[in-house]
């Protein structure tokens, strides 16, 4: 069964666990050129703009399960959030296996890079989505 716009589900926010959750925050937002926003309880939320929040948690007693997040970028501004991976010394891969350094995918036409966060989550830009069946 197929959702229409009338009964889409959407995701609204999202917990991520962090060592440090200012940290983290601080520093998906400066790649991504968003905002941290004001603490919200235990979270502090990283809007991105669609309608979702990540919400920053932070969990410091014990380990972080790496999890992935892949955020679809205006092609526009991939270049320079590739520019401020590179600025802060954040290195980059083509491959979500971290194989291939300070390359770019060119996956459905577009271009893409993994990186990891502070916490070690396995972040990933795309200027285009995937190509389902």
Do not use: C, W
């Not at 603490?39 to 929040?53: A, E």
Request: no cysteine; charged share 20%; net charge negative.
């Amino acid at each position: 069964m197929t959702a229409g716009p009338e009964t889409a589900v959407h995701l609204n926010h999202t917990a991520v666990f962090a060592r440090d959750r200012r940290l983290s925050a601080e520093f998906i937002a400066t790649i991504l050129g968003l905002r941290v926003g004001d603490p919200f309880g235990p979270f502090l939320p990283v809007d991105l703009g669609n309608g979702v929040t990540l919400d920053y948690y932070e969990k410091s007693d014990e380990p972080i399960q790496s999890q992935h997040y892949a955020f679809l970028v205006p092609e526009a501004r991939f270049d320079s959030m590739i520019a401020r991976l590179e600025a802060v010394g954040v290195t980059y891969f083509a491959d979500p296996s971290h194989t291939e350094p300070g390359r770019i995918n060119r996956l459905f036409g577009g271009r893409g890079a993994y990186f990891a966060d502070p916490s070690g989550h396995n972040m990933e830009i795309m200027t285009r989505p995937y190509a389902r069946p």
